[in-house]
C-alpha cells in the first residue's frame, strides 16, 4: 500500500498562487492515478483534479479549470497542484490520494490510499 504526505499548504492573498506537493512511498508509482481532493468542515470531500500514472490524460473539476494544474514527476514519486488565481471559496483541506491502475474516477470512493490532509486558506 502506497504512504501519501502532503505539503506546501498555507495562507495566501486572493490572486495568489501555491503549490501543493504529495511523496508516495511504498508503492510503484507510475502504477497509481493519482488525485487532488478538497474538504471543508461538515462537508463531503470534493474532488479537485486528477492525472494518470504517466501524466497522459488530467481532470479537473469546472470550478478550478484554467486556474489549477495538475502533474507529477514519477522518477521523484511526487504529484503536484499548481494553484493560480486563488479565490476565498479555494479555502479547504486538500488531500491526495491514489488509484492503483484503472482509469481516471472523480469519486473518493475510487482511491486507494489518502495523505494527511494540508490547509489551505485564501483570505479576501
Known amino acids: 500500500q502506497v504512504q501519501l504526505v502532503e505539503s506546501g499548504g498555507g495562507l495566501v492573498q486572493a490572486g495568489g498562487s501555491l503549490r501543493l506537493s504529495c511523496t508516495a512511498s511504498?508503492?510503484?508509482?507510475?502504477?497509481?492515478?493519482m488525485g487532488w481532493f478538497r474538504q471543508l468542515p461538515g462537508k463531503e470531500r470534493e474532488f479537485v483534479a486528477a492525472i494518470s500514472g504517466r501524466a497522459v490524460i488530467t481532470d479537473y473539476v469546472d470550478s478550478v479549470k484554467g486556474r489549477f494544474t495538475i502533474s507529477r514527476a514519477n522518477a521523484d514519486n511526487t504529484v503536484y497542484l499548481q494553484m493560480n488565481s486563488l479565490k476565498p471559496e479555494d479555502t479547504a483541506v486538500y488531500y491526495c490520494?491514489?488509484?492503483?491502475?484503472?482509469?481516471?474516477?472523480?469519486?473518493?470512493?475510487?482511491?486507494?490510499?489518502w495523505g494527511q490532509g494540508i490547509q489551505v486558506t485564501v483570505s479576501s
Open positions: 490520494a491514489a488509484r492503483y491502475r484503472g482509469p481516471l474516477r472523480r469519486g473518493s470512493s475510487e482511491y486507494d490510499a
Open positions: 511504498g508503492g510503484t508509482f507510475s502504477r497509481y492515478a
